[in-house]
């Protein structure tokens, strides 16, 4: 048997790992976020993305959308412990390949070149809902919204193309259909 | 328009109405105007602390011995960092705590005003829920709010913080009264599902090596929850044994308990629970102290886990089947509709788990727990069993500190009701008896209150027996003094080559003159044949009482799971250490 110093067992095995999409309905109020965001750094949990906005003014709700990685159990005990926060309304989890749920992540890119590659560079974006929102002679501004892999792939396209800057927020997560998540 | 208060006003308002009785807490700065206001409230008593995480234990072991929440009053600044272990303290072990902290002024918030921290940024990992207040009209709601959060669901601590300002403020109060019913807990308060109830029994019927595994949730359900227990024990003839935390929730000399498990649990615990076929958990969370390494823990059995708390589900152990709810209610469901399905089970399931006690039986006669003892010198194991036949007759509250002694004190003193044994489970926190004990005496005057505690640890909250001489609470401190940090110095000489490092505590205090200098009384045991005659000698003191026993300063702490092993494959102690340590013993641990 492996020599053991320690008082503390030896880890277990580990499941697989699994990309989820993690939603969750705040009260609106001071700290909401960060008890949201310390409850996954305090329990070792990932954050791959983090999306969050006011969704009904009326009523102060926040909505937060994380992308988070981890083994059914890690998800399962994420779900729970963010339901235990005090602040938290409810909490939906979707698996990223979950073809009923719709994804979005939208990006801004600013590209800076010579007008051979400026239009290269739009029309590659094209297909990604791009909408062209600032223009000059050496540059432009343009917004797409996609997946995350496909951002991934385009920011690869677009670095020799003369791409200056890049923003782009977190996911954003929605069911299809008529259905809505109580 | 009502009459207006201040802040402080509203806060003592609250209190009253929260039936409030007794306050720990420390002044400062920032709560001056809540300590300035405590003259004209005659129902709260405050007892001044000398430390704020001893006013945080006080506060624990108040709400553990009496099942009302404790409550603190502590400055801003230090005052709140001081009291940040006993909040973690509270929050492992689920007690509900309600701390109010005082907060520099609202304007200065944020600009490193003198004595100020972020409380709430400071205590959010260590409470169920905090609050900052700004506005003198949201005081009354979150306060009641507070009280509310700490005692429903899974009980925890929580923190209201009160800027100066807001304490000085003028603004309305009214009770809304408590909607108590209401957990705070991600959906604890589902209705128990009857389909569970009748897949349990199914279970249990079937099941022919059965064992209940207790824990704290049950003590935190009520005195109720555990009549019940002993109920479902004795309906159904199954083996029976608890966590540290559970302790006294079943009787501790009834034939059926097997005595606590875990890693210093006894050998007749853990190899049940290695062994049995149906796991029962009733408000235990499969802490690592108890699974040891989770892939080999009880490997043949189904699992059942019945939790108030949602997120305590599937965390270390996955089961079988998993009930939402609170142990006493649930209990109280389970009984009744046993009695009524399987009258006479007892008598019919006797064959079935028959060969189950007998091989219970087997492992009992091992009698882990056996020691050497000694005419010469004291073994700490020896006084704790003293200790407990010459105060079990009395209602003997006991705290313990963190250590050796806390197991000794676990495995030795038998425990008949709950709410008797006040320890630092969870956290594990050095110093936690002396202040909790503090809190037991002032929720339960008139009543023996020991707290049994190591030289090394009862140092660390020393100050606390100032506490305890100026409010009259004759608590006594039995301190099994060994000279080292027991258990660290265990751990160094299986696990590190008997490297003893910063274990030894020279210059110790004379505990005998440390006592009087504070104004209690001070009696030291050196030997076996004393001890009895020293101990009555403590009981009968009506004043705070340190006692110095002098206890062996090898003695280890067995039975003891080594880490990496299974339930089954557990150290005996000296015997076994004979035998073992040499080559294999050393290494396993």
Redo the contacts between chains.
């Keep these: 048997?492996?020599?053991?110093?320690?008082?503390?067992?030896?880890p277990?095995?580990f499941g697989r790992s699994e990309h989820h999409i993690i939603v969750v309905w705040v009260d609106n109020e001071?700290?909401v976020l960060?008890?949201v965001v310390?409850l996954f750094s305090?329990r070792g949990y990932n954050i791959e993305s983090l999306t969050v906005a006011e969704v009904d003014k009326k009523k102060h709700i926040s909505r937060i959308t994380i992308v988070t990685s981890g083994t059914p159990?890690v998800i399962?005990?994420i779900k729970?412990?963010l339901?235990?926060?005090?602040p938290v309304h409810k909490v939906a989890d979707f698996k990223r390949n979950d073809p009923k749920i719709l994804f979005k992540e939208l990006a801004l890119f600013k590209v800076v070149s010579s007008k051979k590659n400026q239009e290269k560079a739009k029309k590659i974006c094209k297909k990604y809902n791009s909408i062209i929102v600032d223009k000059s002679k050496k540059s432009f501004v343009i917004q797409v919204t996609a997946l995350r892999r496909e951002i991934d792939k385009l920011i690869e396209v677009l670095g020799p193309l003369g791409l200056a800057s890049t923003s782009r927020t977190g996911a954003v997560a929605m069911t299809r259909g008529s259905r809505v998540f109580k | 328009m009502g009459k207006i208060f201040s802040g402080a006003e509203i806060v003592f308002k609250c209190l009253e109405d929260q039936k409030v009785k007794h306050v720990f807490g420390y002044p400062g700065g920032a709560v001056l105007p809540i300590y300035d206001e405590l003259k004209n409230h005659k129902s709260i008593k405050h007892i001044l602390v000398r430390h704020e995480q001893g006013a945080g234990h006080a506060a624990e072991g108040y709400a553990r011995s009496s099942r009302k929440p404790g409550v603190m009053f502590v400055t801003s600044g230090p005052g709140v960092t001081n009291a940040v272990t006993a909040l973690t303290d509270a929050y492992m072990d689920s007690i509900p705590i309600v701390c109010i902290s005082g907060q520099v002024p609202t304007h200065l918030i944020g600009t490193d005003a003198f004595q100020e921290c972020d409380t709430?940024?400071i205590t959010?990992?260590c409470t169920?829920?905090n609050w900052?207040v700004k506005d003198v009209n949201d005081l009354a709601n979150t306060i009641h709010k507070a009280f509310e959060?700490a005692t429903t669901g899974r009980p925890g601590p929580v923190l209201v913080d009160i800027p100066k300002d807001v304490q000085f403020k003028k603004g309305k109060y009214k009770f809304k009264k408590n909607n108590l019913n209401k957990t705070?807990?991600?959906?604890g308060n589902k209705k128990i599902n009857s389909k569970h109830l009748d897949q349990l029994i199914k279970m249990m019927k079937q099941s022919s090596r059965p064992i209940f595994y207790t824990g704290g949730g049950v003590i935190n359900s009520g005195p109720e929850a555990s009549k019940l227990v002993r109920e479902l024990v004795s309906l159904t003839g199954f083996p029976i044994t608890s966590t540290l935390t559970g302790l006294g929730a079943y009787p501790g000399d009834d034939p059926q308990f097997l005595g606590m498990l875990g890693?210093h649990g006894t050998y007749e615990a853990n190899n049940a629970m290695h062994d049995c076929d149906l796991m029962i958990n009733i408000g235990a969370r499969f802490d690592?102290r108890i699974?040891?390494?989770?892939?080999e823990f009880s490997p043949k059995s189904k699992k059942v886990h019945i939790d108030i708390?949602?997120?305590s589900?599937?965390?270390n152990v996955?089961v079988d089947l998993s009930i939402i709810s609170d142990v006493g209610s649930l209990l109280k469901s389970l009984t009744t509709v046993f009695k009524e399905k399987n009258k006479n089970f007892l008598n019919s399931n006797k064959q079935k788990t028959s060969n189950w006690w007998k091989k219970i039986e087997k492992w009992r006669e091992k009698r882990s727990l056996n020691f050497i003892n000694s005419d010469t010198v004291i073994k700490p194991q020896h006084a704790v069993k003293r200790l407990y036949e010459l105060t079990k007759n009395k209602d003997t509250f006991i705290t313990t500190e963190v250590g050796q002694h806390q197991m000794w004190a676990a495995q030795h003193y038998k425990f008949n009701k709950p709410n008797r044994l006040m320890t630092s489970g969870g956290l594990g926190t050095m110093g936690y008896g002396l202040p909790a004990a503090v809190g037991v005496q002032i929720a339960n005057p008139g009543k023996l209150v020991i707290d049994i505690a190591g030289e090394a640890s009862v140092l660390m909250t020393m100050q606390e027996m100032s506490t305890a001489a100026q409010h009259r609470l004759p608590i006594k401190i039995f301190i099994l003094n060994n000279q080292y940090m027991g258990m660290v110095r265990q751990?160094q000489e299986l696990?590190?080559e008997k490297n003893y490092s910063e274990s030894y505590t020279a210059a110790l205090p004379d505990f005998v003159k440390l006592a009087e200098a504070y104004g209690c009384v001070g009696i030291r045991a050196t030997k076996p044949s004393e001890l009895d005659n020293k101990i009555k000698e403590m009981i009968d003191v009506d004043k705070p009482v340190i006692f110095d026993c002098e206890v062996d300063k090898g003695e280890n702490c067995y039975p003891m799971i080594?880490?990496?092993k299974p339930h089954n494959e557990m150290l005996l102690g000296s015997r076994d250490e004979k035998e073992e340590v040499s080559d294999e013993g050393k290494?396993?641990?």
Excluded at chain 2, 184 to 187: A, I, K, P, S
């Design positions: 048997m492996k020599k053991s110093k320690s008082a503390y067992s030896e277990g095995k001071t700290g960060a008890r310390g305090g159990e399962e005990q729970l412990q339901t235990k926060l005090i | 709430t940024g959010r990992p169920k829920h900052l959060v705070f807990n991600g959906g890693m690592d699974t040891g390494k989770v892939d708390d949602p997120s589900i599937g965390k996955k751990w696990l590190h080594p880490s990496g290494t396993l641990v």
